[in-house]
């Protein structure tokens, strides 16, 4: 319906909301989850997501939220170039824009509004985008150790952490 200002309030509302979901993961990760599944491939012939984006930013120009949305369409255009396939077997046309794609959304995350720097939500993206680039702006392990700090009950970043650390990943 492009009720930004509505979705802001939500987002905001859910953020701030320190009473877990029934699954005991905090409220927070409802806006992440919501944009991760927008942005998956499926959606491609109902929605022009980068348009949607574009509406929120000209509707909302001060907007909190509307950097995590545009930093999670990049990453995900970014996995969508390179396939979800095991590094060995990813096309090397592939590479290039996987890598390009998660710098836009690492600039969009240095460049969102203090508000949402201070948020579970941005240090979310950022580590899961830090941890998936070559050369990272911000070292993962200093993320994860100032978000868990902040937020030791938001799980999705021991998740995320422990997923990049399993040895398809290159961990041992």
Avoid: C
């Avoid at 491939?41 to 949305?69: F, H, K, N």
């Avoid at 990453?75 to 794609?101: H, I, L, Q």
């Avoid at 050369?135 to 937020?151: G, K, L, N």
């Amino acid at each position: 319906t492009k009720n930004f200002a509505g979705l802001e309030a939500h987002f905001a509302a859910l953020v701030a909301d320190p009473v877990p979901l029934v699954s005991g993961k905090p409220k927070a990760l409802a806006p992440y989850w919501a944009f991760r599944d927008l942005f998956n491939d499926r959606y491609t012939p109902l929605v022009d997501r980068y348009g949607l984006i574009r509406s929120w930013r000209a509707a909302a120009p001060e907007s909190v939220y509307v950097s995590l949305v545009e930093a999670r369409y990049w990453y995900a255009a970014g996995w969508a170039a390179r396939g979800g396939t095991y590094a060995r077997d990813v096309k090397p046309d592939a590479w290039e824009p996987f890598r390009e794609n998660l710098e836009k959304a690492m600039t969009v995350l240095r460049h969102s509004p203090e508000a949402l720097k201070n948020t579970p939500l941005w240090y979310h993206l950022l580590l899961v985008v830090s941890q998936d680039m070559e050369r990272p702006t911000y070292d993962p392990e200093e993320i994860f150790a100032v978000a868990v700090a902040r937020w030791p009950r938001y799980y999705s970043f021991y998740e995320g952490r422990a997923a990049r650390l399993q040895p398809k990943w290159g961990g041992s």
